[in-house]
């Protein structure tokens, strides 16, 4: 497989994350660096001499022997990046969320297809080891038919100024749900409160429902004296907790259920409640990122959809945008609309 020739636009909190992952994949050849700002290509260029630094991003797009761009920017300059990118015939990575808004998604996701070019999002966690224990427990029935999932995100956290914790923090249980379910929200109803700023809701209790009576819920906050990373998915035959603060036994299969026999009069009502073991599957310590970009790669090479394509980091944008009017209408449950 001939590697890939990336160029990465944006070298701020995220960009020197994904330039080393890249860096080290054999998959790929890292040609350019792209930032604004000569001190950010200082430490690019110092820690890796043999790249070639820009602040312009016409100098990259317009090189020929630029297969790809991986876009690390503001997610306000998302959409405008990501689309020269595919207008000058490149294959595009961009950071989640895609864009900050639902129209400027799918102007992305119809490029991309109409130029047959891939469009990826960085929705890492989908890609963590333990949630694809936690996935394929899911497609081999072990757990039963999926009853119910809850997440909760939370911390003291770094309170952002322009986005409330929604479009901060759901995102990762968002992509992580879709994924597992396979399928996108129908509804999303949300609601919370801005503690610190009260313009800026740095709370969440966010409920989504999904076709065959199917439910998630998620509570996310930057405001807990605790950090809480935790997932809990309940299904007919079994249980399970995954649980992403933990340096061990990240996924636990509890044994555990209700069953419950039909009446056969009034008077009678009877639940079965069954508890057997406790089972913590063997998890591989790989780097969700490292596993993220080598799918980039391979997608790329084989013409094929990656795992987070455009159209899933368009559903969850299409349900951050609906949870967030939710919030600030407390007008309940807000159809979805990608």
């Known amino acids: 497989m001939t590697p890939l020739t990336v160029a990465l636009v944006g070298y701020g909190y995220w960009g020197p994350n994904l330039l080393r992952n890249y860096m080290d994949l054999p998959e790929a050849e890292v040609k ?7 001190e950010a290509l200082q430490k690019a260029h110092t820690r890796y001499p043999s790249v070639a630094c820009t602040t312009d991003l016409d100098v990259v797009l317009g090189d020929p022997a630029v297969d790809a761009v991986l876009v690390a920017t ?3 300059t998302h959409h405008p990046v ?6 000058a015939g490149k294959h595009v990575f961009v950071e989640k969320p895609m864009t900050h808004d639902v129209a400027s998604s799918r102007e992305l996701v119809e ?3 109409r130029t047959g070019l891939t469009l990826m999002v960085g929705h890492t966690f989908v890609y ?26 939370i911390n003291l956290g770094l309170h952002q100024k322009d986005v409330s914790v929604v479009w901060d923090l759901m995102p990762h249980d968002i992509s992580i749900v879709y994924s597992w379910l396979a399928r996108a929200a129908e509804t999303v109803a949300a609601f919370g409160q801005g503690c610190i700023v009260p313009t800026i809701p740095d709370v969440a209790f966010v409920t989504l429902t999904f076709p065959g009576r ?4 998620a509570h996310v906050s930057w405001l807990s004296p605790v950090k809480l990373r935790r997932t809990l998915v309940v299904g007919s ?5 995954y649980d992403d603060t933990e340096n061990v036994e990240k996924v636990k299969i509890f044994d555990h259920g209700v069953d419950f026999q039909d009446p056969e009069d009034f008077g009678e009502f009877q639940l079965s409640y069954r508890t057997g073991d406790i089972v913590s599957p063997k998890i591989a310590n790989t780097e969700p990122l490292w596993i993220e970009a080598k799918e980039f790669c391979e997608a790329v090479a084989e013409g094929r959809p990656p795992l987070t394509d455009g159209r899933a980091g368009l559903e969850v944008v299409a349900t951050l ?3 967030e009017r939710s919030l600030r209408l407390s007008c309940g449950a807000v159809p979805i609309e990608a």
């Open 111 to 113: 490029l991309a297809d």
């Open 82 to 87: 990501a689309r020269a990118a595919l207008e």
């Open 128 to 153: 963590s080891p333990p949630v694809r224990v936690v996935q394929g427990l899911i497609e081999t029935g072990e757990l039963g038919d999926i009853r119910y999932i809850h997440t909760s995100r």
């Open 74 to 76: 503001p997610i306000s």
């Open 321 to 323: 945008e609906a949870a």
């Open 214 to 217: 199917v439910i998630a819920g």
């Open 237 to 241: 035959e079994k249980m399970l907790v």
């Open 32 to 38: 350019w660096v792209c930032d604004k700002r000569p």
